[in-house]
């Protein structure tokens, strides 16, 4: 009688066992997905990408047409050119100037000795003096007319270069480039289309650095915290599931009620909270694949 009822007790007990859930949380596994769009108008030169390739960061993987934007580079370096050959040689416009200055403060000097010893008049000093203030005040002018014409040409030419690297990076975003290494989601156009500014290009998502979003009770929520380090099994269906080592990235803020097609471990609770949990993937994890958590 003792083994029957020893027998019945490891039966009532496996039943428990097989009863008790080993998972905390369901969801669906989720990756960083980014749309790229172009970013200039143009048609489509070479556009190298399907559906499934995997690419690297900085890859270019299309080409919209240059030729406008080149032809708008050549142009401004050529009007660059135009005002760098109208500024003024300065030294060059003011030495005649400078030299009939130099003549007169002589004549000046000259005049105020013969003053000074009686031997010239003193009309001839006051004029000496008012022809060196004449050429002073035209020098000065002349100078001054030059530095603003040179300060003028000067600002144009930096225009013009600010318009030559706007351009130029213009022409940089007709290359098209894979902004993060991942695997091309979906493709929206092909070669030889004519495409503008903020048109989607392609999707492209980040499948190494995977997330599930799972949704837990209030309950459940007291234990979990970010940066808590978390099981992760991925559900191939037939029984057939896959470890992961995962961590909590994020917790939501605040409730929602419960998606139909997520369980929780308190299936009468209808408000829960949404968190993520980050797991470095091998390939085998899919987005949209079913997984349990286990806190």
């Known amino acids: 009688m003792k083994r029957i009822f020893y027998l019945a007790g490891m039966v009532i007990l496996t039943a428990c066992g097989k009863n008790e859930k080993e998972y905390d949380a369901t969801g669906t596994f989720e990756a960083t997905e980014t749309t790229v769009s172009a970013e200039q108008n143009g048609v ?19 080409l919209i047409d240059t ?5 708008k580079i050549q142009q401004a370096g050529a009007t660059k050119a135009v005002y760098q050959s109208q500024k003024p040689n300065v030294e060059k416009q003011i030495a005649a100037t400078r030299q009939q200055l130099a003549t007169a403060k002589r004549e000046q000097q000259r005049y105020s000795e013969l003053v000074g010893d009686g031997a010239a008049p003193r009309k001839m000093l006051d004029d000496a003096t008012s022809q060196v203030q004449v050429l002073q005040r035209q020098l000065d002018a002349l100078q001054s007319s030059l530095a603003t014409q040179t300060q003028a040409l000067d600002k144009q030419i930096v225009a013009t270069d600010v318009q030559v690297s706007q351009l130029v990076d213009q022409l940089q975003k007709c290359h098209i480039e894979a902004p993060l290494k991942g695997v091309v989601l979906e493709k929206y156009v092909e070669r030889g289309e004519f ?32 940066g808590q380090q978390v099981k992760v099994f991925a559900d191939y269906g037939a029984g057939q599931k896959k470890e992961y080592s995962g961590t909590v990235s994020w ?45």
């Open 195 to 226: 495409v503008g500014t903020g048109k989607p290009l392609f999707k492209i998502a980040d499948t190494e650095q995977m997330f599930i979003r799972a949704y837990v009770t209030s309950v459940q929520l007291q234990s979990i915290k970010v």
């Open 251 to 295: 917790i939501s803020s605040r409730s929602e009620f419960t998606p139909k097609t997520i369980l929780t471990d308190d299936e009468r609770a209808d408000l829960v909270y949404a968190v993520k949990i980050q797991i470095q993937n091998d390939g085998f994890v899919k987005i949209g694949m079913y997984g349990e958590v286990k806190f």
């Open 67 to 71: 030729t406008q934007i080149w032809l």
């Open 44 to 62: 489509l030169l070479s556009f190298s990408l399907n559906e499934g390739d995997e690419v690297a960061a900085g890859h270019e993987v299309g």
